[in-house]
């Protein structure tokens, strides 16, 4: 199984970016897709997480600004941010727990997308 993170780059404050998160390999299901952050630093933090039953749920931080949807036919996984703000700069890591074809469940990382958001 395979995670690509694309989408990063340098913004100016108030301004947007939408990160993706593509799964590939032997998937029978995708149980969760998760954002987490790092900044230099500081710990890795959860950022918005969906789960395959629909729950949501965002970081404080960024509740309102972020957007994290999912196109269940591409295993594909979204990250609208808006209104960035200079402490949302870090390295943006999705990850994914996967059942794969012998229902077994596993838990993968991307290889992180830089954010940096300039004032």
């Known amino acids: 199984v395979q995670l690509q993170a694309s989408g990063g780059g340098l913004v100016q404050a108030g301004g947007s970016l939408r990160l993706s998160c593509a799964v590939s390999?032997?998937?029978?299901?995708?149980?969760?897709m998760t954002w987490y952050r790092q900044a230099p630093g500081k710990q890795r933090e959860l950022v918005a997480g969906?789960?395959?039953?629909?729950?949501?749920n965002y970081a404080d931080a960024v509740k309102g600004r972020f957007t994290i949807s999912r196109d269940n036919a591409k295993n594909t996984v979204y990250l609208q941010m808006n209104s960035l703000k200079p402490e949302d700069t870090a390295t943006y890591y999705c990850?994914?727990?996967?059942?794969?074809?012998?229902?077994?469940?596993?838990?993968?990382w991307g290889q992180g997308t830089q954010v940096t958001v300039s004032s």
């Open positions: 990850q994914t727990e996967i059942v794969n074809e012998f229902r077994l469940t596993y838990s993968f």
């Open positions: 390999g032997s998937i029978y299901r995708i149980n969760s």
């Open positions: 969906s789960t395959s039953g629909g729950s949501i």
